[in-house]
């Protein structure tokens, strides 16, 4: 609380950029959505994780229909209530390789994760190792 630190403290820390970013607008912009679906058609080893997003949706079942249909594992961010039961073919826990390990491996192996309803945040490691 009166610690002092210089101003450029901890700007390496993580690996993004700190410089002003266009503001994002309501739609998705079409080339990033564009990126987004090419990445998405080349993976073979898809992880998804659902959040806060999905539950505010009430998008539970789609997000359910679209991990079966596309035989993708669904994971959950750690710090929201579920949004899939056990009884979810899809459904694989948390996304949180300190409280339940086997997403380590998911993660690990999988040449994609995306995130749905979600972001790269503290308790997601902001996107880094050992993560992803």
């Keep these: 609380m009166f610690s002092s630190f210089a101003e450029n403290s901890g700007l390496e820390e993580r690996p993004f950029s700190h410089s002003k970013k266009p503001i994002a607008k309501a739609w ?3 080339n990033q959505l ?3 679906l090419e990445l998405a058609c080349k993976a073979k080893k898809t ?8 539950w505010w949706s009430e998008s539970e079942k789609k997000l359910e229909a679209a991990g079966n249909n596309l035989n993708i594992p669904i ?3 750690p ?23 086997p997403s380590k491996f998911a993660l690990h192996e999988s040449d994609l994760v995306l995130m749905v309803g979600a972001r790269l945040d503290n308790q997601m490691n902001f996107g880094c190792n050992p993560w992803f």
């Design 47 to 54: 992880v998804l994780i659902g959040g806060h997003g999905v």
């Design 34 to 36: 564009t990126e987004v």
């Design 79 to 101: 710090y929201h209530q579920k949004l899939l039961g056990e009884e979810a073919n899809s459904y694989m826990g948390l996304a949180d390789i300190h409280q339940y390990p």
């Design 28 to 30: 998705p912009d079409p």
């Design 75 to 77: 994971f959950n961010i």
